[in-house]
T-cell receptor
Framework: DADVTQTPRNRITKTGKRIMLECSQTKGHDRMYWYRQDPGLGLRLIYYSFDVKDINKGEISDGYSVSRQAQAKFSLSLESAIPNQTALYFC????????????FGQGTRLTVV | SQKIEQNSEALNIQEGKTATLTCNYTNYSPAYLQWYRQDPGRGPVFLLLIRENEKEKRKERLKVTFDTTLKQSLFHITASQPADSATYLCALYYGNNRLAFGKGNQVVVIP
């Protein structure tokens, strides 16, 4: 099993719909991140969490919300999806500290039509 | 905010040659810099981390340098192979332990 699992892997949704992307990890890490990746723009940080009670906005949090249900679970929601939220979304975890690597999930390809 | 720059143009290189990628950063002085590999449609995978007091770090055919005066890191793939074809991302922590990535630099190794 993968260390970081994202569901769904692919999703097509309509404009205005609410959608949740889920992430779970078996690494036992405290820190979890959500990124989106667009061609030419690279990985951009949406939200990050240092523990269940500590959630922080990243560079591009508008239009998104998150929930840290447990140490191992971090969900990203699009309250009312719009076409420019079409992107590849990645969840990542790390053990904390600036000398630690991040582990990424397989990604969720989201298309908003 | 932290700005991390990598060359947007793909690097095409002949098999067996050394590929060299550049990462420049501004507005922060990270104690560590990381490099990741990303294959199409997949999540980035960690390759190497280098500390500010390390001039060079090696792992098999990979070598990374870190020049804190120039605010630059170089990433080398020696004796490149077609399997090395991928996008390579540099990354660093800044601010409130945010992990930021460059846009990545694609490498294409030609047999």
């Amino acid at each position: 099993d993968a260390d970081v699992t994202q569901t769904p892997r692919n999703r097509i949704t309509k404009t205005g719909k609410r959608i949740m992307l889920e992430c779970s990890q078996t690494k036992g890490h405290d820190r979890m991140y959500w990124y989106r990746q667009d061609p030419g723009l690279g990985l951009r940080l949406i939200y990050y969490s240092f523990d269940v009670k500590d959630i922080n906005k990243g560079e591009i949090s508008d239009g998104y919300s998150v929930s840290r249900q447990a140490q191992a679970k971090f969900s990203l929601s699009l309250e009312s999806a719009i076409p420019n939220q079409t992107a590849l979304y990645f969840c990542a975890t790390s053990d904390g500290g600036m000398n630690t690597e991040a582990f990424f999930g397989q990604g969720t390809r989201l298309t908003v039509v | 905010s932290q700005k991390i720059e990598q060359n947007s143009e793909a690097l095409n290189i002949q098999e067996g040659k050394t590929a060299t990628l550049t990462c420049n950063y501004t507005n922060y002085s990270p104690a560590y810099l990381q490099w990741y590999r990303q294959d199409p449609g997949r999540g980035p995978v960690f390759l190497l981390l280098i500390r500010e007091n390390e001039k060079e770090k090696r792992k098999e055919r990979l070598k990374v340098t870190f020049d804190t005066t120039l605010k630059q890191s170089l990433f080398h793939i020696t004796a490149s192979q077609p399997a090395d074809s991928a996008t390579y991302l540099c990354a660093l922590y800044y601010g409130n332990n945010r992990l930021a990535f460059g846009k990545g630099n694609q490498v294409v190794v030609i047999p």
